[in-house]
T-cell receptor, first 115, second 111 residues
Framework: SAVISQKPSRDICQRGTSLTIQCQVD?????MFWYRQQPGQSLTLIAT?????????ESGFVIDKFPISRPNLTFSTLTVSNMSPEDSSIYLC????????????FGQGTRLTVV | GDSVTQMEGPVTLSEEAFLTINCTYT??????LFWYVQYPGEGLQLLLK?????DKGSNKGFEATYRKETTSFHLEKGSVQVSDSAVYFC??????????FGRGTQLTVWP
């Protein structure tokens, strides 16, 4: 298993600004991911954070809006850029071993409100 | 495309009632299937999983069986408790460890 810590746990931001969310895992992991949980509870994969290379984005998400870094095997950041109220969500970091059969571990999430 | 379809909520039950939350998936091949639970104010936790057809995952009195003929992974519990009140997510695995989820089902259990 892995313990995942996210910072900040919540924030209220002005529209047009950017927020960077940090994700720290207590052990080296193969894969790290970022999810968005919007009001109404849907949980959507944003991107796979690749160590040492550009992130792989899911359909509907782009690097200019959600730049992601992963400098090593235990840390990743997600930036939500040029925010609008529609970006108000919970953002979740996740990690796993990267195989077809493995479960993922999740952080507590970052609750973002854009005003 | 590949997806997970989960029973719409919210679901409200009395304590000791029987619970079923339906989940079906579409995918190429036979993905691993998961149920995650999110208790109020907490992060997602793995509840149970199944990695191949006819596997039954179980934990804390919850069960789900991987049915490839109906592409389903329905969550069941014979007697729910107030402490089971949470949001439940059905998910399927994909390449490189990615997981895709349904919309979540809010369960409220009254004493």
């Amino acid at each position: 298993s892995a313990v995942i810590s996210q910072k900040p746990s919540r924030d209220i931001c002005q529209r047009g600004t950017s927020l960077t969310i940090q994700c720290q895992v207590d052990s080296q992991v193969t894969m790290m991911f970022w999810y968005r949980q919007q009001p109404g509870q849907s949980l959507t994969l944003i991107a796979t954070a690749n160590q040492g290379s550009e992130a792989t984005y899911e359909s509907g998400f782009v690097i200019d809006k959600f730049p992601i870094s992963r400098p090593n095997l235990t840390f990743s950041t997600l930036t939500v850029s040029n925010m609008s109220p529609e970006d108000s969500s919970i953002y979740l970091c996740s990690a796993n071993a990267g195989t077809l059969y493995t479960e993922a571990f999740f952080g507590q999430g970052t609750r973002l409100t854009v005003v | 495309g590949d997806s997970v379809t989960q029973m719409e909520g919210p679901v409200t039950l009395s304590e000791e009632a029987f619970l079923t939350i339906n989940c079906t998936y579409t995918a190429t091949g036979y993905p691993s299937l998961f149920w995650y639970v999110q208790y109020p104010g907490e992060g997602l936790q793995l509840l149970l999983k199944a990695t191949k057809a006819d596997d039954k995952g179980s934990n804390k009195g919850f069960e789900a069986t991987y049915r490839k003929e109906t592409t389903s992974f329905h969550l069941e519990k014979g007697s729910v408790q107030v402490s089971d009140s949470a949001v439940y997510f059905c998910g399927r695995g994909s390449t490189l460890g990615r997981l895709y989820f349904g919309r979540g089902t809010q369960l409220t259990v009254w004493p």
